[in-house]
């Protein structure tokens, strides 16, 4: 057992002792560290000012991912690597990154440029070729007000061709057995005089904490968990993380179902949902950032029962299943029965979500869900629509049609689905949404919108049915 928060800074071993449950790694390193290259922009995880990068040991090696600081706790870098941009340099020499920047007159204020070199430097070390695609991805995370992007992905192309050798290259085998080291020495469990953050390594230890302490929050990813702290001010005096427990870590895939432990994180399933249809993938990538996928969970996004949560609506579409387990057993329960009000859901005290269960479509199958907001990248979904449905014979059968932002929950819209069924037409199941939702406006969308832009999905939708026919 660990009762410290331990972990490499920059190459070297540090231990955070008295490190409250709720203190964020970039209050850490700003005020008990004093290196204040990490910044805080916007506190919510959108604007990159605050990235650094985490590196995890692995099979020999270490993989590398860019993460926000200001909404990742202290107890979430336990044996982990944790680079900030002043780990960078050489000595006087600075790492191809930074130099690529400067030649590039990639900085202005330079208020932002911590958070852009650090996105590229997770590129660089994870060996990421030069393409624009994956530059632009790379750099979605971070916002910069006055260079322009086109200097920074100038530098990134120079940059990334170089291989991923630098400072940390002839360190790594000393690094990953450090880490090992660490995790070696058993679950976390930092006790201190503000609070405690636990990190069981099993589902019967993690039940087990959960009975014994129900008022302590699960930390999974912490995406959107950590806005209570940094945007509510609220004070989490006990966490008790999920992402030591490899069974919730878990992806297995099979013919007809992929299971997904709860704490499988959005970056990990992205290549296996992108099977499922393309604009899986298109919603992934437009749901956060790499820094947010990198730390965000499949489970934290259910169990938060945001009635604009993005995965919700592609999971009720395709008949998933959350397995729920406490300390006195588990049980199965479908999605369309988990969600049972604003911000609530079928989960008892003591009980955790250990996976879901999502149902790859049939043979001849098709599915398809759709985003609708403001901003194309890293924006909050006005509406969110997704179906799936099979043909036989020219005929649809069997539609699941669901929609985030249209109610408190994400929800089914069962007369559309009564509607496709028995006209086979999609412009009347379209008519027949407006029985299904009653949607209020706000900030980001008039209802007027939402039913609106919700019954126009119905299009491209039949569009996709047609196509398919022929």
Avoid at 412 to 427: G, M
Avoid at 446 to 453: D, V
Wanted: aromatic share 6%; charged share 20%; glycine share 8%.
């Amino acid at each position: 057992m660990s009762n410290s928060v331990r972990f490499l800074l920059n190459g070297l071993t540090e231990v955070a002792a008295e490190a409250p449950p709720d203190l964020s790694v970039l209050q850490w390193l700003r005020t008990h560290c004093r290196l204040t290259g990490t910044k805080e922009g916007c506190a919510e995880g959108d604007c990159g000012a605050c990235t650094i990068v985490l590196a995890d040991a692995h099979e020999g090696a270490l993989s590398w991912r860019a993460a926000n600081a200001c909404i990742l706790m202290m107890g979430q870098v336990h044996g982990k690597l944790l680079v900030t941009v002043e780990g960078l340099a050489d000595g006087a020499l600075l790492h191809p990154v930074q130099a690529a920047m400067v030649e590039r007159h990639a900085s202005q204020c330079g208020f932002c440029t911590p958070g852009f070199v650090m996105s590229l430097f997770a590129a660089y070390r994870q060996g990421e070729a030069p393409e624009t695609e994956a530059i632009h991805d790379a750099l979605a995370g971070n916002l910069c007000r006055c260079t322009g992007y086109r200097p920074i992905v100038d530098a990134a192309r120079d940059a990334l061709p170089s291989g991923g050798i630098d400072r940390f290259t002839p360190m790594e085998p000393a690094i990953v057995a450090s880490l090992h080291a660490i995790n070696n020495a058993g679950a976390l469990d930092c006790v201190t005089k503000h609070g405690r953050f636990t990190a069981p390594r099993t589902r019967a230890d993690l039940a087990r904490e959960l009975a014994a302490n129900p008022e302590a929050r699960i930390i999974s990813g912490g995406t959107d968990l950590a806005l209570d702290i940094t945007k509510r001010h609220q004070r989490l005096p006990h966490l008790i993380s999920l992402v030591s427990v490899p069974e919730l870590r878990r992806i297995e895939v099979s013919d007809i179902e992929i299971i997904a432990g709860a704490a499988a994180t959005y970056a990990e399933l992205l290549p296996h949902l992108a099977m499922l249809d393309p604009s899986f993938e298109v919603l992934l990538r437009r749901l956060g950032s790499r820094q947010i996928r990198s730390l965000g969970t499949i489970g934290g996004n259910l169990a938060n029962a945001s009635p604009i949560g993005d995965t919700p609506p592609a999971l009720l579409a395709l008949g998933a299943f959350v397995r729920l387990e406490s300390a006195a057993g588990s049980r199965e329960l479908g999605l369309d029965d988990f969600f049972t009000g604003y911000r609530r859901t079928a989960l008892q005290p003591g009980e955790f979500i250990e996976s879901v269960r999502i149902p790859k479509p049939a043979h001849g199958a098709l599915f398809r869900v759709d985003k609708i907001s403001r901003r194309f990248d890293q924006d909050i979904s006005a509406v969110c629509g997704a179906i799936a449905f099979s043909l036989r014979d020219g005929l649809i059968h069997a539609p699941r049609i669901a929609f985030g932002g249209m109610a408190a929950t994400p929800l089914r819209a069962r007369h559309a689905e009564a509607a496709l069924v028995e006209t086979q037409s999609f412009e009347r199941a379209a008519d027949a949404l407006a029985q299904d939702f009653q949607p209020l406006s706000d900030f980001r969308a008039s209802a007027g919108y939402r039913l609106q832009t919700a019954q126009n999905l119905f299009e491209r939708w039949r569009l996709i049915a047609a196509e398919a026919r022929t």
